[in-house]
């Protein structure tokens, strides 16, 4: 049944290569025969981590310049080219909020957005951690706070965190926490 929906490549380029993404175009043949073009980006993946301290959960406000507003999140960032998964969020989280830990949990992964790249986000959780300084890029700024989760809840459930993966690790982990799986 899935032979009657899969695209298979025909050729492709490379448009634009940075230090985040790569942008492809590639042409493909349908499964009707046709053939068309399809534009992505291609992303080495990314990793968040959901970090609590009994029943608050450390967050970050952050400006992002596509969207031009200061957003809250979870901390989270992009795994390197050859850089496993957990590594990546080890690093991450110690960037951004100087936390360290020998406990960290996969809790799950998502698609960021299907339509147009291969992102994939790991979501990781840990409740046992140690303080410690950041270590942000030079052009990162971000201030890390906690906040009760049963906010952070209402503010993902009320719209006003609007950033995907925020919302659904939050949501995630409500879920796994409710049937008892955390």
Do not use: C, W
């Not at 992505?40 to 992002?64: P, S, T």
């Not at 080219?81 to 406990?103: F, I, P, Q, S, Y």
């Not at 965190?161 to 796994?176: C, N, Q, R, V």
């Amino acid at each position: 049944m899935d032979k009657d929906l899969i695209e298979k490549k025909i050729s492709g380029e490379i448009v634009f290569k940075g230090t985040l993404l790569e942008v492809h175009k590639d042409e493909v043949l349908l499964p009707n025969g046709a053939k068309s073009h399809r534009e992505y980006i291609k992303h080495n993946g990314a990793v968040a981590i959901l970090v609590f301290d009994k029943d608050d959960i450390y967050m970050e406000r952050q400006f992002r310049y596509p969207i031009n507003e200061v957003i809250y999140e979870i901390p989270a960032g992009k795994i390197d080219l050859g850089e496993e998964e957990v590594v990546a969020a080890h690093r991450e989280l110690k960037e951004e909020t100087g936390l360290t830990t020998d406990k960290l949990i996969k809790i799950g992964s998502m698609y960021n957005s299907v339509g147009y790249s291969n992102e994939v986000i790991n979501f990781y959780y840990t409740n046992t951690f140690k303080e410690g300084e950041t270590h942000l890029d030079e052009n990162e700024f971000i201030d890390v706070i906690k906040m009760p989760f049963s906010k952070v809840l209402d503010m993902v459930l009320s719209g006003e965190i609007k950033d995907s993966k925020t919302a659904y690790g939050i949501m995630l982990y409500d879920e796994l926490k409710k049937a008892k799986k955390l």
